[in-house]
């Protein structure tokens, strides 16, 4: 069974008051699921938010990294997935500082990478 988080019980609730089928032993696959049908998790609020379906935005050119890692060793891993993604043609745009993250995982840092990919052709 799986972990009855928050975000859990809410898809539950949502699952059965739309007739959603209920996959209580895979959360990955149940929150497709209710993502396919317009549901959203709203984390600022706590709750799955219906979404009306409207035309997508273009998607970005950019691609975006979060390094999660070990605060003594996190900038050094951003700094070596920067040079494999330049010898691979990647330009990096922009590198965040390093965040903590807050506890229990304060141990633990993230850094954003944001690169554009090779040139066509």
Same mark, same amino acid.
């Given at each position: 069974?799986?972990k009855?988080?928050?975000?859990f019980?809410?898809?539950?609730?949502?699952a059965?008051r739309?007739g959603?089928?209920e996959?209580?032993?895979?959360q990955?696959?149940?929150?497709?699921l209710?993502?396919?049908?317009?549901?959203?998790?709203?984390?600022?609020?706590?709750k799955?938010?219906?979404?009306?379906?409207?035309?997508a935005?273009?998607?970005?050119e950019?691609v975006?990294?979060?390094?999660?890692?070990?605060t003594?060793?996190?900038s050094e891993v951003?700094?070596d997935?920067? &040079?494999?993604?330049?010898?691979?043609?990647?330009?990096l745009?922009d590198?965040?500082?390093a965040?903590?993250?807050?506890p229990?995982?304060q141990?633990?840092?993230?850094?954003?990478?944001?690169?554009?990919?090779?040139? &066509?052709?």
């Amino acid at each position: 069974m799986a972990k009855m988080t928050k975000k859990f019980a809410s898809a539950l609730i949502v699952a059965r008051r739309e007739g959603i089928p209920e996959n209580q032993n895979n959360q990955g696959e149940f929150y497709q699921l209710l993502q396919g049908k317009g549901y959203f998790w709203n984390s600022l609020i706590g709750k799955w938010e219906f979404v009306a379906d409207e035309p997508a935005d273009e998607p970005t050119e950019f691609v975006r990294l979060r390094v999660w890692a070990d605060t003594e060793i996190v900038s050094e891993v951003a700094d070596d997935l920067t &040079k494999v993604l330049k010898k691979l043609k990647f330009k990096l745009q922009d590198r965040s500082d390093a965040y903590r993250c807050r506890p229990p995982k304060q141990a633990e840092s993230r850094i954003y990478l944001t690169f554009s990919p090779p040139e &066509k052709g």
